[in-house]
């Protein structure tokens, strides 16, 4: 193989590695924040949590809601998950 040839496969290997990583990642980060706002629905419509905590669930709610389409996912998991 060619000098050339051997940095084109390198070059598409290393394209094709990072894509799906990047796919990985972000199909890991959408399930856990469903998973997250899943549960604060539900501390929303719990009757057996305080109306503060409520209202702290929903704020959480209402504010991933409004930008959850401007941000991707993953971002909004290390805003939420520390």
Do not use: H, W
Request: charged share 30%.
């Amino acid at each position: 193989m060619s000098l050339k040839t051997s940095l084109s496969f390198a070059l598409v290997v290393t394209a094709a590695t990072t894509s799906s990583y990047t796919l990985a990642y972000d199909d890991y980060c959408t399930p856990k924040l469903d998973a997250y706002l899943k549960n604060t629905q539900k501390t929303v419509d719990s009757k057996y949590i305080s109306e503060r905590q409520k209202d702290v669930a929903q704020k959480i709610l209402d504010k991933v809601k409004g930008s959850r389409n401007e941000t991707k996912d993953c971002v909004l998991i290390d805003k939420l998950l520390p």
